[in-house]
């Protein structure tokens, strides 16, 4: 079936760092690529998508670009802050499927 | 901007109970959804509904589990006798449509269980 792998944390940055959470993926067809955040106390949001290969999604200062052949989305941004501490999911949905597969998710911890 | 919202944010019970969690989708919404998240673990999918009934679920949606629309509103998660690996945060999402895959979910904040 379908599976997501993301890099383990927990990551621990040092403010304006830059930042790279791997994500690669197993999915039959061409799925939607998605990252999620979870800041905090709070539910999941969509930080940024990619719908097909060699998109680029950005939001906030993140992107992600949908790599077919080597079958990644990785999360990268040019320098963190306080404020992105928060746990990052990677996403997957099919054109066969309703439901979304997500990663196991990355904590991020940026420090003053 | 719309949202969706879920309550209780969290409760606590006693193994054996039933839990029932509520969801209030976005209003025009079609495919509503709930994942769990067991505590540092990942998000895991349970079922879709659409058109008032389970479209899909998963293998760890079995009988003690159930989902309804009582009106036009709500989308409720009834766990019938609760045990402690159910303990986990219960997340409701919702989605304007299907048939497009690049459609996003909407999450709410979600409800936290904990099983006695």
């Known amino acids: 079936g379908d599976s997501v792998t993301q890099m383990e944390g927990p990551v621990t940055l040092s403010e304006e760092a830059f930042l790279t959470i791997n994500c690669t993926y197993t999915?039959?067809?061409?799925?939607?690529l998605f990252w999620y955040v979870q800041y905090p106390g709070e539910g999941l949001q969509l930080l940024l998508k990619a719908t097909k290969a060699d998109d680029k999604g950005s939001n906030k200062g993140f992107e992600a670009t949908y790599r077919k052949e080597t079958t990644s989305f990785h999360l990268e941004k040019g320098s963190v802050q306080v404020s992105d501490s928060a746990v990052y999911f990677c996403?997957?949905?099919?054109?066969?499927?309703?439901?979304?597969?997500f990663g196991p998710g990355t904590r991020l911890s940026v420090l003053p | 901007e719309p949202e969706v919202t879920q309550t209780p944010s969290h409760q606590v019970t006693q193994m054996g109970q039933e839990v029932i969690l509520r969801c209030v989708p976005i209003s025009n919404h079609l495919y509503f959804y709930w994942y769990r998240q067991i505590l540092g673990q990942k998000v895991e999918f349970l079922v879709s509904?659409?058109?008032?009934?389970?479209?899909?679920k998963s293998e760890i949606f079995d009988d003690q589990f159930s989902v309804e629309r009582p009106d036009g509103s709500n989308f409720t998660l009834k766990i019938r006798s609760t045990k402690l690996e159910d303990s986990a945060m219960y997340f409701c999402?919702?989605?304007?449509?299907?048939?497009?895959?690049?459609?996003?979910?909407?999450f709410g904040e979600g409800s936290r269980l904990t099983v006695l």
């Open positions: 996403a997957l949905r099919n054109n066969y499927g309703q439901n979304f597969v």
């Open positions: 509904f659409y058109n008032n009934e389970i479209s899909e």
């Open positions: 999402a919702s989605s304007e449509e299907r048939a497009r895959r690049s459609g996003e979910l909407f």
């Open positions: 999915a039959t067809g061409y799925p939607s």
